[in-house]
């Protein structure tokens, strides 16, 4: 037994580590050739830091604050942290545990003869005795339960790093878009002032011709009624931008009071021609996609300690030690033991067999998710590019509505004022410019936000070896 001994360990060591790591994940699912609305001529590619490539130091600046005092991502990283410890227990048990014991007592006959169980007697009444052991202990992984427990554990581990990073694509494409929203609501707002003064402007003219008697009661009071409007329009406004201040300083991790957005322009703001590549990248592109396929390894190891679980185990075990009356003596009596163990489940009313069948409904589970998560995936890059297909032709033709509604309210206040045209007129190219000029806005906007939501789609310019 003492020569079969060491060998017996080294080829359960051996053993362990040849344990089978989980096989690769297919989804089933094959990607589709081309997509259906890139753009063309599309060279800019996405890299880690996307949001340069919207020309704004200010957006910059706002990003790299995000990324340094998110909560959320901060919150995501402690995540990361727990799994690495979590990692690091799960692969604990593939080598022995060792343990160094130090023990003392002192056993004292008070009254009375002592029995066969007491060290101290009549004669003898008061016995001390010292030890020290080192001793270890190690169960055998014949069936791979162990290794596939640590195997969970590290895609686990991979899942939750991926976690963080989607948290992050997420963070910063919001500080992104909330960004732009803020700055196309100012544009908005300068606008309706400058709309607001010039139906001011209108209203002073009709007023001088009522006064004249040369304007009737009805176009004096459409036009107050146009300012009324006009003027209505300023506090909606400049709601949309305070909200858009208010949330966007939450995403930075500070209170509104402290977010300086400074006075970049609306118009600062560009988008580049982003190259989305071939829908077969895009499963290594998106860190969401990653983290799906992550936990459904983590679901598949799982499945192979609950098998394992339902077969029986072999514990091995081996303490050197000394032991003595006398505490300079402990180390002049040495000794070792070695034990072995066997214990096998005998009956359990069936709870092992439905671990086992509960890891499996949740590896289906996952891997429906790991399906939806690559579907959805190439949903959201077809719809980003199918907006910046369509939005680009709404501007097209927007740019020349707004030009001919410019056009058309300077000739129709020129004839008012001569006395040609009626104010009817002149109101409804008022309300025709305005609206072309606040909608001009907002389709750039859109296309921005298009841009925003492609890159996010693309996964930001991450990418990782799946």
């Known amino acids: 037994m003492n020569k079969r001994s060491p060998c017996l360990l080294s080829l359960c060591l051996l053993l362990n580590a ?4 989980t096989s690769p994940v297919d989804s089933g699912i094959a990607p589709p050739a081309a997509w259906q609305f890139a753009e063309r001529d599309a060279a800019q590619a996405t890299t880690a830091r996307w949001w340069t490539h919207f020309g704004s130091p200010q957006l910059n600046r706002l990003i790299d604050q995000a990324r340094r005092d998110s909560f959320d991502v901060a919150a995501a990283m402690a995540r990361v942290h727990q799994a690495q410890a979590s990692a690091v227990i799960a692969g604990a048990p593939l080598l022995p545990e060792v343990k160094l014991n130090l023990d003392t007592s002192r056993q004292q006959l008070l009254r009375g003869k002592g029995g066969p169980s007491l060290d101290a007697s009549q004669s003898d009444k008061v016995v001390d005795n010292y030890g020290v052991n080192l001793a270890a202990s190690y169960e055998v992984d014949f069936w791979g339960g162990r290794a596939a427990a640590r195997d969970s554990a590290l895609h686990s581990l991979r899942a939750s790093a991926f976690d963080q990073a989607t948290v992050e694509l997420t963070l910063l494409g919001n500080v992104a878009d909330r960004y732009a929203q803020t700055l196309a609501a100012r544009e908005r707002g300068q606008i309706a002032e400058l709309n607001l003064a010039n139906a001011r402007n209108v209203l002073e003219l009709v007023q001088t011709r009522y006064d004249a008697g040369s304007a009737t009661a009805l176009e004096l009071a459409q036009q107050k009624s146009l ?9 909606l406004i400049q709601q949309l931008a ?8 939450a995403l930075l991790g500070q209170p509104v009071q402290a977010l300086d957005l400074g006075s970049e322009p609306f118009q600062a703001l560009t988008w580049p021609s982003i190259g989305a590549g071939l829908p077969s990248q895009l499963l290594s592109r998106r860190p969401d996609i990653a983290k799906a396929e992550a936990q459904l390894a983590a679901a598949q190891a799982d499945v192979s300690v609950a098998r394992a679980a339902m077969l029986p185990t072999i514990t091995l075990g081996a303490t050197l030690g000394s032991d003595a009356y006398k505490a300079v003596e402990v180390l002049r009596s ?8 066997l214990v ?5 009313n069936g709870r092992l067999s439905a671990e086992r069948d509960k890891a499996r409904a949740r590896q289906d ?3 429906q998710t790991y399906r939806g998560a690559i579907v959805n995936g190439f949903a959201d890059v077809e719809k980003a590019l ?6 680009d032709q709404q501007r097209q033709w927007q740019h020349e509505e707004l030009q001919q509604a410019q056009t058309a ?5 020129s004839r008012y004022q001569a006395g040609a045209e009626d104010l009817l007129t002149v109101l409804e190219t008022q309300r025709t410019l305005y609206t072309a000029q606040d909608l001009n806005v907002q389709l750039r906007l859109s296309r921005l936000q298009a841009s925003i939501a492609l890159y996010k789609a693309l996964g930001g310019g991450w990418k990782t070896d799946i």
């Open 18 to 21: 040849c344990a089978s790591y």
């Open 227 to 235: 300012v009324a409007s006009q003027q209505r329009q300023l506090p």
């Open 242 to 249: 305070e909200d858009s201040r208010i949330t966007l300083a």
């Open 334 to 341: 040495p000794y070792y033991t070695l034990t072995a163990g």
């Open 344 to 348: 096998g489940p005998i009956f359990n």
């Open 365 to 367: 589970e996952l891997l």
């Open 386 to 391: 199918s907006s910046i297909t369509r939005l």
């Open 409 to 413: 309210f300077q000739i129709a206040q």
